[in-house]
């Protein structure tokens, strides 16, 4: 053999390829070839142990590697085609010995059967007794010493046995979500047990301890540990829930932050939080339980646009509870939203922001001017307004032809200047087409002439698969226009073919 190949970095290099050229979903070719070169020569055998395990390496396969007749597999009732771990006899030192040998190698961890950021069910649990020997075994030494991400949906108390082992500050990702499903006994003393053995309140205190983060998903976080992720130059995204009350001392850097989801209770909180903020986001969500009006919401987007580069931000989503049923009805228009038109580079924006959204054509040729690379735009989805919608076919047009790339609308229109009309606006609308519009919802929009806004809309939109709305077919006062566009979107199909 070439003496290059005994060169660990070489090895490396050409072994990491494996897996980078292997393009299968699962990587079976990948993974034969590693272990293959693993048990074929001496000289192999660590860097593709290393990479074989580092890719593929599970907590369940390092247990599956102890004796077989440690553990058994049966199938767990509550998950559909999920096995789980249990323990079949006492576990040995020399079972512990076989265990931390891959337990090593291993980098990233799921303790959940859900896979917490692409929704996969997991194949493989693991039995509450088996993690309790697993984490008496050694407790001078993290259970996975060289771990660097872990996700982990904690349902009780049993989750607190290995959580202290685990807890490296190798920790790069960290998706962490607290389920009280059934009740937990003193859940606060619970929550607050989830640190490191030096650590004494909570999650926040374990990650003020962290510094080489990159990804974080998470519950509640103080402002004190707030402070601290903000000085990371390392952190890229961060999804937490900020705490009630949060007082701020400082400005929040977040020097190299791409990617921010925050979940605030009142609005207020999240004003106050985005006013501390400088830096260059790309993606930004804000979601609130709070019923707040029109002005807290325009002074949020002021504060969003001297915080936040306006070169940076291409996805924007910001969400808050319904009005309240007896609350006066509060309006946004044009004029609040001039501070997120200075984002030039939009591309996704979804607001569904609890009061009105007043815009007429106007307004929708200055949208239309200042996001002209928008992809989708989702406005007020879910909320029926006693406001009538001002932006007419005229004003849909106008937006159409300056987004040209456009794939999902979600806009309240006034059709009635279509429906009053014979054939005339085929003089005026011309060849205007827009070729990428795929998905168009016309929420909460009313219709009286099905198949002159069919005709229309298939004119328009030869591309769009789908056409949406809001209105619900079991309520008495909805039924009628939700039957109408029914019968809009049946047309439509129709004429497409």
Same mark, same amino acid.
């Given at each position: ?63 599956? *590697? ?15 085609? *999920?096995? *789980? ?269 609890? *009061? ?142």
């Amino acid at each position: 053999m070439a003496q290059c190949l005994f060169i660990s970095e070489i090895q490396l290099s050409i072994f990491h390829w494996i897996f980078v050229l292997d393009t299968s979903h699962e990587k079976h070719t990948a993974q034969a070839t590693l272990a293959a070169l693993a048990r074929t020569c001496g000289a192999f055998h660590d860097i593709a142990l290393d990479i074989l395990w580092q890719q593929f390496g599970t907590i369940a396969r390092a247990i599956q *590697c102890m004796p077989h007749d440690l553990w058994g597999g049966d199938m767990n009732r509550s998950e559909s085609s *999920c096995i *789980c771990l249990k323990l079949h006899r006492h576990l040995t030192k020399a079972d512990w010995n076989i265990f931390r040998r891959y337990a090593l190698r291993i980098r990233h961890l799921s303790l959940a059967t859900q896979d917490v950021r692409r929704g996969k069910t997991l194949m493989v649990d693991i039995d509450d007794e088996l993690l309790a020997c697993l984490a008496s075994m050694d407790p001078t030494q993290p259970l996975l010493p060289n771990l660097t991400s872990l996700e982990w949906i904690i349902y009780d108390e049993r989750d607190l046995r290995l959580i202290r082992r685990i807890m490296t500050k190798s920790l790069t990702s960290l998706f962490l979500e607290v389920w009280a499903i059934s009740p937990v006994p003193d859940l606060q003393q619970f929550i607050s047990s989830i640190s490191t053995i030096h650590l004494r309140y909570s999650v926040s205190q374990t990650l003020y301890h962290l510094h080489h983060l990159t990804t974080i998903h998470c519950g509640v976080l103080d402002a004190e540990v707030m402070d601290h992720l903000s000085r990371l130059p390392s952190l890229l995204e961060l999804k937490f829930a900020l705490q009630p009350s949060s007082e701020f001392q400082n400005e929040l850097l977040f020097e190299q932050l791409q990617v921010l989801d925050v979940h605030a209770q009142d609005i207020t909180s999240a004003v106050d939080f985005v006013s501390r903020m400088r830096n260059k986001l790309t993606n930004l969500s804000i979601f609130s339980d709070d019923h707040t009006g029109a002005s807290v919401l325009a002074q949020l987007f002021r504060r969003l646009s001297t915080s936040v580069s306006h070169y940076s931000l291409h996805r924007l989503q910001i969400m808050v509870a319904e009005r309240p049923p007896n609350d006066s009805f509060s309006v946004l228009n044009l004029e609040d939203f001039h501070p997120l038109l200075s984002f030039s580079r939009l591309t996704h924006v979804h607001l569904d922001v609890g *009061c009105g959204i007043s815009l007429d054509d106007v307004a929708a040729l200055e949208l239309a001017q200042a996001w002209p690379n928008i992809i989708q735009l989702m406005l007020n989805k879910f909320l029926e307004t006693p406001l009538p919608s001002s932006i007419s076919p005229i004003g849909l047009l106008c937006f159409l032809k300056r987004c040209p790339s456009l794939m999902e609308l979600t806009l309240e229109i006034d059709f009635s200047f279509i429906e009053e009309q014979d054939d005339q606006w085929h003089y005026w609308v011309g060849d205007t087409t827009h070729r990428h519009l795929s998905v168009f919802d016309v929420t909460y929009s009313k219709i009286h002439n099905a198949a002159k806004v069919a005709a229309f809309l298939s004119c328009v939109l030869p591309r769009t698969v789908h056409v949406l709305y809001s209105w619900i077919h079991a309520l008495d006062d909805q039924r009628e226009y939700a039957e109408r566009w029914n019968e809009a979107s049946r047309l439509l199909r129709r004429m497409k073919k």
